[in-house]
């Protein structure tokens, strides 16, 4: 059974950095882009930042020169690292991967459980 296991939210103070981590668990072909995405209590979930398979990045606006998306494609892992962090970042994160199960499938959407990151003093 193909997961997205996400891990290192938390709490942290303005200014503080995290580090997040999704890794794809479970027998796969291949992993297409990998995204973030956060939602915020009360707001749409929202696109953070996407890595393509051969470490193309694209970035939310409001993220850009802060948080810094990577991959590592000998783990089947994303990682998300978040700098001078904002009470305005404060949500649920979201891992999402494109992904195929066996070398003739089509890719399917699967996503993460979601992992909390506050940023508050």
């Known amino acids: 059974q193909v997961q997205l296991v996400e891990s290192g939210g938390g709490l942290v103070q303005p200014g503080g950095s995290l580090r997040l981590s999704c890794a794809v668990t479970?027998?796969?072909?291949?992993?297409?882009?990998m995204r973030w995405y956060r939602q915020a209590s009360g707001k749409e979930r929202e696109l953070v930042a996407v890595?393509?398979?051969?470490?193309?990045?694209n970035y939310a606006d409001s993220v850009k020169g802060r948080f810094t998306v990577s991959r590592d494609n000998t783990k089947n892992t994303a990682y998300l690292q978040m700098n001078s962090l904002k009470p305005e970042d404060t949500a649920v994160y979201y891992c999402?991967?494109?992904?195929?199960?066996?070398?003739?499938?089509?890719?399917?959407?699967?996503w993460g459980q979601g992992t909390q990151v506050t940023v508050s003093s």
């Open positions: 999402n991967a494109n992904i195929r199960k066996y070398f003739n499938d089509a890719p399917t959407s699967y």
């Open positions: 890595v393509t398979t051969g470490g193309n990045t």
């Open positions: 479970g027998s796969i072909f291949s992993i297409n882009a």
